[in-house]
């Protein structure tokens, strides 16, 4: 059974920042890519970052690129979202998720789902 657990949300100020960690069980870790999605309230899903199975090919959100960072240790099944100079707007619940190909899952490529961490940040 896949298992995608994340950690790390919380309240901070804008301008702040946060680390959220994704564990994994249940596959193969290093073979699969992974990555994050968030869901502002009243809005739909929206992908966020994606990172390949090695961590050396990387896909970003245009509303994310240059301050968040998508990260992944092999060895302890983790991947992390480094966020920085964060705004008001990235408010929201952050996902977890695992596909095959990173390339596909800004599109919804997505085989397994976490149960999500939420992200408020204060103005």
């Known amino acids: 059974q896949v298992q995608l657990v994340e950690s790390g949300g919380g309240l901070v100020q804008a301008g702040g920042s946060l680390r959220l960690s994704c564990t994994s069980s249940?596959?193969?870790?290093?073979?699969?890519?992974m990555g994050w999605f968030r869901q502002a309230p009243g809005k739909e899903r929206e992908f966020v970052a994606a990172?390949?199975?090695?961590?050396?090919?990387?896909d970003y959100a245009d509303s994310v690129k240059g301050r968040f960072t998508i990260s992944r240790d092999n060895a302890k099944n983790t991947v992390y979202l480094q966020m920085n100079s964060l705004k008001p707007e990235d408010t929201a619940v952050y996902y977890c998720?695992?596909?095959?190909?990173?390339?596909?899952?800004?599109?919804?490529?997505?085989?397994?789902w976490g149960k999500g961490t939420l992200v408020t940040v204060s103005s």
């Open positions: 249940g596959l193969t870790f290093s073979n699969y890519a």
């Open positions: 990172i390949n199975w090695s961590g050396g090919n990387t």
């Open positions: 998720a695992t596909g095959g190909i990173m390339a596909k899952m800004r599109s919804g490529g997505v085989d397994y």
